[in-house]
């Protein structure tokens, strides 16, 4: 009999198809995960979970006896409770890589639309209020080039955002890890520095680690306070590493100019959240990896991830590595 797969949210329609050729594939899409009884009927069975944020944790994991591998279409992963994983051995994958360059475009193409206010004129010229040839003085943006760039969360996606920076831009790049990146220093010419340093100094701060305990609400009111208050925030990582409702306050009180933001606390966002009546804040649906080609490109690898699993492999995108190796 061919072995239980679940598809979950989104994955690319050819990989899917062929997918279903070697296993029973059951795809799900908008139901709760934790309620769903045809969901919670099939994960009984199910040996392997591929698809986009299903939040897989001890909850979920009781209702999965027969789960050897949950393969992401993505590189984020904290929708995944990894010691739980850990716990009933059960394999977690990602997508990294693959997207770094599509994830940087979308990355920096938000910093500029923000820092030259291109959404906000954009709307000024459809509504037809573009009256006068010149426009005046408010309407003017801020220039990107020869700026200085803080990226917190120099990895895979933050060097790609480097590279754009520095080839392209000539910007000025600071940086900060948990630890230093001697090689990304050379290739971008960027300088490692206390995390407070950088937000004093950068004319741009750009968020791109992953969501962690340790990243969980890493910018909030001191940080806000510390930025200039010409500063451009941007966040391409995940809602929560932000204090969202300190952002707010820090755009009203003026802390900080601008923000461009990919992802938010809640995703969709709440209709009435404030940020979306702020002229001064560019936002887009958490796209940062959406084109066709990268996205079919992250479902081949997690399906590739997945049969790995399946076949009692390891897989190349081994989150848990160390649990098979020891
Ligand atoms: P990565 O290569 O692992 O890079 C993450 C970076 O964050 C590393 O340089 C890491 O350095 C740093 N970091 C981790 N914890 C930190 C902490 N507590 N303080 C300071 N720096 C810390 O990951 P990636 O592939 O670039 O992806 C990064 C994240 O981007 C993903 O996890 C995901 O959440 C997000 N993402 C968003 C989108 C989108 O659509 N908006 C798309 C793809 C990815 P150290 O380990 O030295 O600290």
Redesign the pocket.
């Known amino acids: 009999m061919a072995k239980k797969v679940i598809a979950y949210n989104r994955i690319e329609e050819p990989v899917l198809q062929q997918l279903k050729k070697s296993y029973d594939v059951r795809f799900f899409k908008d139901i709760d995960p934790k309620t769903d009884d045809e969901f919670l009927a099939f994960l009984k069975e199910a040996e392997g979970i591929i698809g986009l944020g299903l939040p897989v944790d001890s909850e979920l994991v009781q209702h999965a006896p027969n789960l050897k591998i949950v393969s992401n279409i993505?590189?984020?992963y904290?929708n995944l409770d990894i010691p739980t994983l850990n716990k009933h051995h059960i394999m977690a994958t990602n997508t990294?890589d693959v997207?770094?360059d599509t994830?940087a475009d979308?990355?920096f193409g938000l910093l500029i639309a923000t820092a030259r206010r291109i959404p906000e004129l954009d709307q000024l010229v459809k509504r037809a209020e573009w009256t006068v040839e010149a426009l005046g003085s408010e309407y003017y943006g801020t220039d990107v080039h020869h700026k200085t760039l803080g990226i917190?969360?120099?990895?895979?996606?933050?060097q790609a955002i480097a590279k754009r920076a520095h080839f392209g831009f000539d910007m000025n790049i600071l940086y900060?890890?948990?630890?230093r990146?001697k090689d990304a220093e050379q290739a971008v010419n960027a300088t490692y520095c206390e995390m407070d340093t950088l937000l004093k100094q950068s004319d741009f701060v750009c968020l791109?680690?992953?969501?962690?305990p340790?990243?969980e609400g890493?910018i909030g009111k001191r940080e806000f306070t510390l930025m200039k208050e010409s500063a451009i925030f941007i966040n391409?990582?995940?809602g929560k590493t932000v204090v969202e409702q300190d952002l707010i306050t820090a755009l009203k009180n003026g802390d900080i100019k601008a923000a461009g933001l990919?992802?938010f606390e809640q995703e969709p966002i709440e209709n009435d959240n404030p940020l979306l009546t702020m002229k001064q804040v560019v936002t887009t649906p958490?796209?940062?990896?959406s084109t066709k080609e990268t996205e079919l490109k992250m479902s081949k690898l997690a399906a590739t991830n997945l049969e790995a699993g399946l076949n009692g492999e390891i897989p190349p995108n081994l989150i848990n590595r160390e649990l098979w190796q020891s």
Do not use: A, C
């Open positions: 993505s590189v984020g904290n990294p997207l770094n994830v979308t990355i917190i969360g120099l990895g895979r996606i933050g900060h890890n948990r630890s990146k791109m680690t992953p969501l962690t340790e990243t890493l391409g990582s995940r990919d992802v958490h796209i940062g990896s």
